[in-house]
């Protein structure tokens, strides 16, 4: 907050001449006096991604409750195929935690129930579409139900992925603050 009323407010002038030149010519560059304070460091940008990559990966997967839900109704959106849904890396947040998700999190109690919870709702959607399909809708209404579970519970472990980043962070784990290293790196 302190950047923005930096930024955007007006500057103590001593002589207008060297204000002038000190000035940029459009809003596209920052005066070099504020520039570090646009940099974020290594691990920051590295826990941001992440951060960032489970809001979406949420999203990502809340969409699947609807697709299985008009599969039970009748409507099969053909590519909701039994063995593409069984392996758990088809969909973005199974891929994503075989892959980056690991490297990041793969440290973290959570990740592993995550991993588990994933591989049984992959494998719980696959059996509701075959169950449609042999036309067992009241097996597959109970599936539904399970897959829900499974669904709110993934969620929830991603948040608490999610909080469990930023307390690694906060509690000056790995990463520290940016203030920190550039105080360190000062005294080097």
């Given at each position: 907050?302190d950047?923005?009323?930096?930024?955007?407010?007006?500057?103590?002038?001593?002589?207008?001449?060297?204000?002038?030149?000190?000035?940029?010519?459009?809003?596209?560059?920052?005066?070099?006096?504020?520039?570090?304070?646009?940099?974020?460091?290594?691990?920051?940008?590295s826990?941001?991604?992440?951060?960032?990559?489970i809001?979406?990966?949420?999203?990502?997967?809340?969409?699947?409750?609807?697709?299985?839900?008009?599969?039970?109704?009748?409507?099969?959106?053909?590519?909701?195929?039994?063995?593409?849904?069984?392996e758990?890396?088809s969909?973005e947040?199974?891929?994503?935690?075989h892959?980056?998700g690991?490297?990041?999190?793969g440290?973290?109690?959570t990740?592993?129930?995550?991993?588990?919870?994933?591989?049984?709702?992959?494998?719980?959607?696959?059996?509701?579409?075959?169950?449609?399909?042999?036309?067992?809708?009241?097996?597959?209404?109970?599936?539904?139900?399970?897959?829900?579970?499974?669904?709110?519970q993934m969620?929830?472990?991603?948040?608490?992925?999610?909080?469990?980043?930023?307390?690694?962070?906060?509690?000056?784990g790995?990463?520290g603050?940016?203030?920190?290293?550039?105080?360190?790196?000062?005294?080097?």
């Open positions: 907050m950047f923005l009323k930096r930024l955007f407010s007006p500057a103590p002038v001593a002589d207008k001449r060297s204000a002038k030149n000190e000035q940029p010519e459009d809003w596209s560059t920052v005066p070099s006096l504020q520039a570090s304070e646009l940099v974020a460091f290594g691990d920051e940008v826990r941001l991604s992440v951060e960032f990559d809001e979406a990966l949420i999203v990502s997967h809340e969409r699947w409750l609807p697709w299985l839900w008009q599969a039970l109704e009748g409507n099969v959106d053909e590519q909701l195929r039994p063995d593409v849904i069984r758990e890396r969909s947040l199974g891929a994503w935690l892959d980056a690991g490297k990041a999190l440290h973290l109690p990740y592993s129930m995550l991993l588990v919870r994933n591989r049984y709702f992959h494998l719980k959607a696959a059996e509701l579409i075959t169950q449609v399909e042999q036309e067992e809708f009241t097996r597959a209404d109970q599936t539904f139900k399970q897959c829900q579970h499974a669904s709110r969620v929830l472990l991603l948040k608490e992925l999610k909080r469990g980043l930023v307390k690694t962070t906060s509690r000056g790995s990463s603050s940016p203030s920190k290293k550039l105080e360190a790196a000062a005294r080097s």
